[in-house]
């Protein structure tokens, strides 16, 4: 399966990715790597990876993601023979133009258990709601915030003491296993069909 990730931080969920398809353990190619970011690490990463990476243009716009930049974004995706588009950490809501060219074919990883704490900084959500437990979720991407179909999910425990770093980083440690167990489990759906 090819692979397109659009990210705009540090990556971390793409190293998982590309850790497990060193494994052996993950079946799959990246193709490209996009980031709204110029300076962010996703990029530094893909780039010593050796993988075709690029900066999405959304015009200064700080939260929006452009029509045009959408489309910009599905065509280059497309040209690199992406099958199915990862977002690790990309901060902008997908909309139309890029879900229409590729139906059911872009997932997300959220730090929370949808439908729970869907949006920003869902660690620090968790954290000041009081929760007992929250987790991370693998899930197909509408045209919603965080609402689309879920593929996996997995609880995290809030332990007393718990900092946003301390628990992120807790999240974090199931994102990056789940992440490639979800893209397999797609891979093995796709070959059945
Ligand atoms: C991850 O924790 C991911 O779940 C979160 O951003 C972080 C990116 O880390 N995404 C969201 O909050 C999206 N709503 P990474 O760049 O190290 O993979």
């Known amino acids: 399966m090819t692979l397109g990730i659009l990210g705009s931080g540090s990556g971390s969920n793409m190293q998982a990715i590309l850790d497990a398809i060193a494994s052996g353990t993950l079946d799959a190619r990246v193709a490209l790597v996009l980031s709204d970011n110029p300076d962010a690490y996703i990029l530094e990463r893909a780039r010593s990876h050796g993988i075709e990476s690029g900066v ?5 716009f700080r939260t929006k993601f452009p029509g045009d930049a959408q489309r910009e974004t599905a065509n280059r995706l497309k040209a690199a023979g992406v099958e199915l588009v990862c977002l690790a950490g990309f901060m902008r809501m997908v909309k139309r133009p890029l ?3 590729f139906p059911g074919r872009i997932i997300n990883i959220h730090p929370a258990l949808l439908p729970a704490f869907p949006g920003l900084e869902a660690w620090k959500q968790a954290l000041d709601a009081g929760v ?3 987790g991370a979720t ?3 991407v ?3 915030m965080d609402t689309g179909p879920v593929i996996l999910q997995e609880t ?3 332990l007393h003491g ?3 770093e301390t628990l992120h980083a807790r999240i974090q440690k199931v994102e990056h296993r789940i992440y490639p167990a979800a893209i397999r489990l797609i891979a093995a759906r796709s070959a059945v069909r």
């Open 142 to 144: 509408d045209e919603g």
């Open 56 to 60: 999405i243009d959304c015009h200064g």
């Open 162 to 164: 718990d900092t946003t």
């Open 138 to 140: 693998v899930h197909y």
């Open 156 to 158: 995290v425990p809030v």
């Open 132 to 134: 007992p437990e929250t």
């Open 99 to 101: 879900l229409e060219a």
